[in-house]
Each structure stands twice: as structure tokens, then as C-alpha cells.
């Protein structure tokens, strides 16, 4: 069971770091996709961490806003996003595979098994 956490309610041009770990069950060797969903949109793949080759993967809107993160020794994997806007208010969810250890060069969501319940990011004035 995955769990994220970060979420909340911050201003256009705001930061905020998500968190995803999981409790008794280890990360280090499987790739963490994170995923988000706004309302009445299609869920969609925002970036994919690696495990074992150092390849992440970044939504072509969201590279250079967006950043990706590990830390094993904390058993979590960090989404950090920076410059926020109202167009990136959505559930976001992060996702694992027990047969994924390096993410492709594409992100799907049927690919992933193992989803957490999602953490709510608002950007608003």
C-alpha cells in the first residue's frame, strides 16, 4: 500500500513537495510513477523515478517545474513541484509495479498495480 502526502492549498507560483512511501513493504527496487487527476480529466502520467538505471521521466509540459526524487534510506520517493499553477490542481497519486524496476520513455497508467489514494494539490489565489 502506497501512501502520498504534501498536498494542500498554495498560491500561483507556490511550491510544494509530495511524499510517497510505504509503510512495511520497500521501494528500492521498483520504479515510482506519480500520476494526477483533475476533475473531469483523464488521469495522467506526470513523471517516473527509476530504481536501478537513474532514468526519470518527466511530462513534457511539466520539465523544469517538476522533479523527481529517492530516498532509500527513508523509503520515499519525493515529487518536488515548483512554480505552480491553477492549471496543476489535481489529485495526484503515486504508483508502483512489482514487475517495473526502470521506467520508459512514456508513462501509462494501466502499466502500474500498486496506486495510493491520492493527495489533493490546490493552486488558487
Known amino acids: 500500500q502506497l501512501v502520498e502526502s504534501g498536498g494542500g492549498l498554495v498560491r500561483p507560483g507556490g511550491s510544494l513537495r509530495l511524499s510517497c512511501t510505504a509503510p512495511?513493504?520497500?521501494?528500492?527496487?521498483?520504479?515510482i510513477a506519480w500520476f494526477r487527476q483533475a476533475p473531469g480529466k483523464e488521469r495522467e502520467g506526470v513523471s517516473c523515478?527509476?530504481?536501478?538505471?537513474?532514468?526519470?521521466y518527466y511530462a513534457d509540459s511539466l520539465k523544469g517545474r517538476f522533479t523527481s526524487s529517492r530516498d532509500n534510506a527513508k523509503n520515499t520517493v519525493y515529487l518536488q513541484m515548483n512554480s505552480l499553477k491553477p492549471e496543476d490542481t489535481a489529485v495526484y497519486y503515486c504508483?508502483?509495479?512489482?514487475?517495473?524496476?526502470?521506467?520508459?520513455?512514456?508513462?501509462?497508467?494501466?502499466?502500474?498495480?500498486?496506486w495510493g489514494q491520492g493527495t489533493q494539490v490546490t493552486v488558487s489565489s
Open positions: 504508483a508502483s509495479d512489482l514487475n517495473r524496476s526502470n521506467c520508459q520513455t512514456a508513462l501509462r497508467a494501466s502499466w502500474y498495480d500498486h
Open positions: 512495511g513493504f520497500t521501494l528500492d527496487y521498483y520504479a
Open positions: 523515478i527509476s530504481a536501478m538505471d537513474g532514468y526519470i
